[in-house]
């Protein structure tokens, strides 16, 4: 079973049309991985892949810049 991070990059590629390499520590909205529109619809697939709705005070840009962050703020605190 892929990890919740594997899946998340899996969408993130998804989102353009050419593959992108993303790594841990991209940055996610400085890199243009995401436009504005997509980050709500990042932190809701990160939702859906975390099985619950996010904490209002996990959805914030330092914790969503990085896959690692992400990884960190909401897979591993679970």
């Known amino acids: 079973m892929e990890s919740k991070i594997a899946l ?3 969408w993130l590629d998804g989102l353009h049309e ?3 390499d ?3 520590d991209t940055d996610l909205i400085q890199s243009g991985t995401v436009t504005s529109l997509q ?3 990042m932190v809701i697939e990160i939702e859906r892949l975390h099985g619950r709705k996010l904490d209002p005070g996990v ?3 330092e914790s ?3 896959l690692k962050a ?3 703020a909401v897979f591993q605190a679970a």
Request: glycine residues 0%.
């Open 8 to 10: 998340l990059r899996t």
């Open 18 to 20: 050419r593959p992108l």
């Open 22 to 24: 993303i790594e841990d």
């Open 39 to 41: 980050f709500v619809q």
């Open 59 to 61: 959805i914030n840009i």
């Open 64 to 66: 969503m810049r990085t």
């Open 70 to 72: 992400i990884d960190t």
